[in-house]
């Protein structure tokens, strides 16, 4: 019996140490340190299953893709070289999911986090790395609060949803300037969590300082089945302009009701669409996108780095790198970066020198990445992009223009 009793207890301790061992997927040994062993291991916040999958599957490879290069020149050069490990986590677009994501990469020993596509998600994770004073940087997350809120260890990449409302505001006046004709009225449609209200409500409270007149504002679930309400009311109002903010399902949705409607806008435009600049809607939805526009992140069209990522990319993942990739690749590099200059693994040491950051050699249409006191990247900039045969392409402002805009679209 003693004999039983003692293989008992040593396969009970196996299963204990195992489960103790267990977090976020890692593509090594997740039981060590930050620091402690051959590797410098960063984590990865995305959607990688549920209705935002795709966008996040493309998102954390373009962080695999960042840290494969950083590997190929040698791993971090300030600590001896160690190599960088990708912790992945997969919120699944649920902000419960996106806290308890971030536990497991702490406790898995990551020296920062990548993330998280959604505002929804960003918000409640970047606050539990704050407690845990974990280094997130944003890739993608427009919410104004994000980083509003006095906290010292959240960094965003991409422009706030305030800024997307005025840079929209600003190339509306511009268009309108240089049309025959004018178009004066819009409805906007946007998709109902933090991310869709806040770009809404901010485009609804400047729009007459840049004269367009707001008909209505019509939000949705993302995951609706039937948008045909908000079809019948666009059709009633008779916009000039539809402007939505959308992700990709309910943006071919909308698009293809507006469509097949009685009542066609003179222009479609999205602000921080997540259809109208994702490659997928860009390259396989040609029948209904042709001469959309969408005032969003992207990459530069005039930087050859750029360029060489983006056929990197390719090769990598047999598909085209859209705006997302982009932003999360870059995220990536700027943690690099300041893992690096702070030639340490300690977090508050990551942190001083992500507030020292001032990274000139990047792919988006900006300066410099520089951080300000609240962790906002202040040169971020949205560019307008108009769809034209299957491509995306900037037609605004001058100094990123690849073609001229056609406005209004018919």
């Known amino acids: 019996m003693k004999k039983w009793s003692v293989v008992f207890m040593l396969c009970f301790l196996t299963i204990v140490l195992a489960a103790c061992n267990s977090g976020a997927s890692t593509s090594g040994d997740s039981g060590d340190g930050a620091g402690k062993g051959d590797s410098v291991k960063i984590g990865s916040l995305h959607p990688l299953s549920g209705g935002l999958a795709l966008e996040g599957q493309e998102m954390r490879d373009a962080v695999k893709l960042a840290i494969k290069e950083k590997n190929d020149a040698g791993g971090i050069q300030s600590l001896g070289n160690k190599s960088v ?7 699944e677009g649920s902000p419960e999911k996106g806290v308890s994501e971030v536990q497991k990469l702490d406790r898995a020993g990551v020296v920062g986090i990548v993330g998280a596509y959604s505002s929804g998600v960003a918000l409640p994770a970047t606050q539990e790395a704050e407690r845990s004073r974990l280094p997130f940087i944003v890739d993608i997350g427009s919410a104004d609060e994000i980083t509003e809120r006095g906290f010292k260890y959240t ?9 997307f409302s005025i840079d929209f505001l600003k190339y509306f006046k511009d268009l309108n300037e240089n049309a025959t004709e004018k178009l004066s009225t819009a409805v906007i449609v946007h998709e109902d969590s933090v991310f869709g209200t806040s770009i809404a409500k ?7 300082d840049y004269g367009l007149d707001i008909l209505d504002v019509l939000p949705h679930a993302s995951s609706t089945a039937d948008l045909s309400s908000t079809i019948n009311k666009i059709s009633a109002s008779k916009p000039d302009i539809v402007l939505v903010t959308t992700y990709l ?9 507006i469509q097949n409607s009685n009542y066609k806008p003179r222009a479609i435009i999205g602000v921080a669409n997540g259809a109208f600049s994702n490659a997928k809607f860009i390259t396989d939805y040609q029948s209904i996108n042709n001469l959309l526009m969408d005032v969003n992140y992207t ?3 005039h930087s050859d780095l750029a360029n060489d990522v983006k056929a990197k990319y390719k ?8 705006p997302n990739a982009a932003y999360s690749y870059m995220a990536t590099t700027v943690l690099l970066d300041a893992i690096e200059r702070a030639g340490s693994t300690d977090r508050e040491a990551i942190r001083k020198a992500l507030t020292e950051t001032n ?3 990047h792919i988006l249409p900006q300066e410099a ?14 560019v307008l992009n108009q769809i034209t045969d299957g491509a995306s392409k900037v037609v605004g402002p001058a100094e990123y223009l690849e073609v001229e805009p056609v406005y209004p679209r018919n």
Do not use: T, W
Request: charged fraction near 30%.
């Open 85 to 91: 490990e990708l912790v992945e986590a997969d919120h």
């Open 155 to 163: 960094f965003r990449l991409q422009p706030a949803a305030s800024s």
């Open 202 to 208: 901010a485009i609804k409270g400047n729009a007459k």
């Open 249 to 257: 399902r309910d943006g071919v949705m909308l698009v293809e009701g």
């Open 299 to 301: 990459i530069n069209p």
């Open 315 to 322: 090769e990598a993942y047999g598909r085209e790198m859209g």
């Open 359 to 361: 990274l000139e050699d």
């Open 369 to 382: 990445i520089q951080f300000d006191e609240k962790g906002q990247n202040i040169n971020a900039k949205a």
